[in-house]
T-cell receptor
Framework: KNEVEQSPQNLTAQEGEFITINCSYSVGISALHWLQQHPGGGIVSLFMLSSGKKKHGRLIATINIQEKHSSLHITASHPRDSAVYICAVGGSQGNLIFGKGTKLSVKP | EAGVTQSPTHLIKTRGQQATLRCSPISGHTSVYWYQQALGLGLQFLLWYDEGEERNRGNFPPRFSGRQFPNYSSELNVNALELEDSALYLC?????????????FGPGTRLTVL
């Protein structure tokens, strides 16, 4: 079993839909990261969480430390949100353990 | 403010050769991280440097090595290249040692081993 599990693996949505991507982890962490990777390969850091909830524009990330679970929500989805979303958990030694990613496709 | 930069963008080598990849962190960032993203395998942690020292390394053989220079830029060296080393190599930087510092990623170097 992977230490970081994401679901779903693939997600297709219509423009305007509310989207949720889930991440569960089995290790102790210092922080959880949500990353966005576009087809060219570049990665953008969306959020880093150690507790609670963060919001940036149409993106919301939550984390439940007790349940070892985090969610990434996208409100009013748009085709430009199409990308791979990656959950990663960080320990105290600088390493990140990555989920396999969720490929999101938003259709106009 | 300039982001994390990596060079070259693409690198083609043959099996057995050595590859050198370079990373310049954001100004003021002292930590540099290297990750490998091989096709179908997802991202994996390779190396972490801070203040010129290797702080941690992932589960990779010793032929993956690197260093961090006094200006905090970093090199990743891969010796005796194997076909399975073909991957996107990503560098990230952060301020200082704290594991709760946000990582900023570079655009990556795509290494192809023939």
């Amino acid at each position: 079993k992977n230490e970081v599990e994401q679901s779903p693996q693939n997600l297709t949505a219509q423009e305007g839909e509310f989207i949720t991507i889930n991440c569960s982890y089995s290790v102790g962490i210092s922080a959880l990261h949500w990353l966005q990777q576009h087809p060219g390969g570049g990665i953008v850091s969306l959020f880093m969480l150690s507790s609670g909830k963060k919001k940036h524009g149409r993106l919301i990330a939550t984390i439940n430390i007790q349940e070892k679970h985090s969610s990434l929500h996208i409100t009013a989805s748009h085709p430009r949100d199409s990308a791979v979303y990656i959950c990663a958990v960080g320990g105290s030694q600088g390493n990140l353990i990555f989920g396999k990613g969720t490929k999101l496709s938003v259709k106009p | 403010e300039a982001g994390v930069t990596q060079s070259p963008t693409h690198l083609i080598k043959t099996r057995g050769q050595q590859a050198t990849l370079r990373c310049s962190p954001i100004s003021g960032h002292t930590s540099v991280y290297w990750y490998q993203q091989a096709l179908g395998l997802g991202l994996q942690f390779l190396l972490w440097y801070d203040e010129g020292e290797e702080r941690n390394r992932g589960n990779f053989p010793p032929r993956f090595s690197g260093r961090q220079f006094p200006n905090y830029s970093s090199e990743l060296n891969v010796n005796a290249l194997e076909l399975e080393d073909s991957a996107l190599y990503l560098c990230a930087s952060s301020v200082g040692l704290a594991s709760t510092n946000e990582r900023f990623f570079g655009p990556g170097t795509r290494l192809t081993v023939l």
